[in-house]
Structures are given as C-alpha cells and as structure tokens.
C-alpha cells in the first residue's frame, strides 16, 4: 500500500491519523487500520502524500547517520594515524624496507590502518583514500606499494593481474586503475542508486 513503508513509518501514520496504536500491531495490522480509517476511505490521496512524507523524512534521517558513521570512521583513522605517526617519531625509526620480514610487516602493518574491502563499487575512492593515507603514515616507498596493495586484495588479484603487463605489476598508479576500471559502478547500479535517492529539505 505505502512503498517503502517500515512499522516505524505506518506507526507515525496511524498517529498522524489519529488511530489508537498498540505496541502488539503488526506491519498488516497497521495498513489495515489505516486502510479501514474514515480519512482514508474519504481522502486516499491526502493519506498517501502524509505517508510519503514520514517515509521520506525517515530515509532523509537514515542517510544522514549514514554519513555520519562514515565521518566517524574518517576521523577514526585519521587519529590512528596520527598515533602511529606519532609512534615512528618517538621512537625515531626507519622501517628498513631492503629484506622481506620488513615488507611483511608493512603489508600487516597497513592492513591494520586501512578501512575494508567495499562492498558497493562507490566505495573504492574511500578504500583508496584511506590505503593511501597509511602508506603516508608508514612512509611506504613507491617500490613497495604495489606489492602491497596486491596482498590486501588477495584473491581479487587473481583477476586484475590477468590485466597487466609485467611492468605494470611495478606501478601502482597502474593497478589502481585498472581496479577502478574492473569495479566500477555499472549504468544498472548508478539506476539503482538514482531510484533510491531522496530530495532533500534544503
């Protein structure tokens, strides 16, 4: 009936319409107290652009806490690196990056400050954002990066190296590329994420 609709959401409508509401209702429960109210049988149309409203201002509050987790996440890492930078300074050493313990180490060591594998393919920008921002605080060379970044995709590898030369393997600008390119959003995903998108207020 309301598309979209969440129990939160028919709740607020039933109370909106005035109707006695119970803890006890089902999602069924509260359409067909609403379908059964006098407003609805009299004006359908008022009671849907009321239901659409409560819906969309309920997405409008959920894709702001969204946003917020991801600033919070942000600010997460930037004050592990920060406490991680401000390690190497106290202890005042260079990772030596000459024999395959020390490589090991960073890709550890990186994997630890870096956020998740994205599961949505808009999320790559910010995977790479903070991988980026871990080399800076480990003071990775460009030798070691791709070698690195490889190892954190693991299996995923598999299928971008099918894609590269071999001198390409030595360039990280040119794995993350060709990443991008692999996992990019389709036309059928940017649809998708349009249909779901809510105006906001302002």
């Given amino acids: 009936m309301f598309k979209g609709a969440k129990k939160e959401d028919l709740r607020r409508i039933a109370s909106e319409l005035e109707l006695c509401v119970s803890d ?30 409560i819906i969309e201002e309920r997405k409008y509050v959920e894709s702001q806490q969204l946003e917020l987790e991801k600033i919070r996440e942000k600010s ?10 401000a390690n190497d300074k106290d202890n005042n050493t260079e990772v030596n990056c000459n024999d395959s313990s020390s490589v090991d180490s960073l890709i550890k060591s990186t994997r630890t400050i870096t956020v998740k594998f994205p599961d949505k393919p808009e999320g790559w920008s910010f995977f790479f954002l903070s991988l980026e921002r871990a080399f800076a605080a480990k003071r990775v060379t460009d030798k070691f990066k791709p070698e690195i970044l490889l190892n954190l995709l693991g299996e995923k590898a598999a299928n971008i190296i099918i894609y590269l030369k071999d001198e390409d393997l030595k360039n990280y600008d040119k794995i993350k590329s060709i990443i991008l390119q692999e996992f990019e959003p389709t036309p059928q995903s940017c649809l998708e994420n349009f249909k779901k998108a809510t105006r906001q207020n302002c």
């Fill in 24 to 53: 006890k209702l089902t999602v069924l429960d509260f359409m067909d107290l609403i379908k059964n109210c006098d407003r609805y049988k009299n004006d359908p149309d008022s009671v849907h652009e009321l239901a659409n409203l």
């Fill in 76 to 85: 997460k890492l930037d004050l592990e690196i920060a406490r991680i930078q």
